[in-house]
């Protein structure tokens, strides 16, 4: 298996647990929701007490934004994206290359030159803790760590477009499938 490979799978695995640690945090939900309506059960079993989860509605929002970054970044294919290519379907392979090129470079360049002016906007959260998590994971938790995700976004799909469009300088555009 090629080392591209591995990193797919790779990706696609931290997808994949990252989609399973969002279900077990509402299965929990569910759960402490239905055993909270019977009376009394927090004073036999304090960990049913559905005022200790709050967390996890917390979680899952965090979840899923890492969850979505992460996607994007690493395991959607350019062919899974929803295009509006008319107009590239209409003009010669040597436009179209050109096409790919300039637009690869306009989303590189404007996905790179934003990471800068972002990490500055993410230094003020590098004070902040999370309302809930903190209580849960610890104090070490910041708000600018857990968001991450999205500078991390940012330079996986620059880099991406800088390939793409490397490729196309070299080599061309593939022919669109019929």
């Known amino acids: 298996m090629k080392p591209v490979a591995h990193l ?32 009394g059960i927090a004073d036999i079993a304090p960990i049913l007490d559905p005022s200790a989860y709050g967390w996890t509605l917390e979680f899952c929002l965090l979840i899923w934004v890492w969850l979505v970054f992460w996607g994007n ?5 350019d062919r899974d994206h929803v295009t509006f290519d008319i107009l590239y379907l ?19 360049i404007g996905l790179a030159a934003s990471i800068g002016p972002t990490w500055e906007k993410f230094y003020i959260l590098r004070l902040k803790k999370t309302a809930t998590l903190s209580h849960v994971f610890g104090d070490w938790i910041r708000m600018r ?34």
Request: charge should be positive; include cysteine; hydrophobic fraction near 60%.
């Open 73 to 77: 970044a690493f395991v959607v294919r």
């Open 8 to 39: 797919r799978t790779f990706a696609q695995a931290v997808a994949a647990t990252l989609m399973a640690l969002m279900f077990l945090t509402f299965v929990l939900q569910i759960t402490i929701r239905y055993t909270a309506r019977i009376d």
């Open 90 to 108: 209409a003009v010669r392979p040597s436009v179209r290359r050109w096409f790919a090129i300039v637009s690869g470079l306009a989303i590189c």
């Open 145 to 178: 760590d857990l968001y991450l995700i999205y500078i991390l976004f940012l330079g996986a799909v620059a880099a991406r477009y800088a390939w793409a469009v490397w490729r196309a300088f070299r080599y061309g555009v593939e022919e669109p499938d019929a």
